[in-house]
């Protein structure tokens, strides 16, 4: 746990994150009494792994007409 004033925090700002994966914690202080605690935040859930939909996509016709003439024809269609 370190301890920085808030003249300190701001100096160190563009690396608090290097400083929270070192120090864990870091008090905040104004004028010696502390204000805030910083901690670094911990994934709640680890972040699974999607499943493959290659299959799904390997189902899907494959698109003869470019999208864009698509849409072309259905705006010159309504107007």
Known sequence: MK???IREIRQDL???DELLAT???VIV???GKPVARLLPLEPAVPPRKLPSLK???DKI???EIPSEVLIREDRDARG
């Open 61 to 63: 016709p494959f698109q």
């Open 14 to 16: 563009p690396r608090i």
């Open 29 to 31: 202080t104004r004028r």
């Open 55 to 57: 299959w799904l996509r």
């Open 3 to 5: 301890q920085l004033s």
């Open 23 to 25: 120090e864990g914690e």
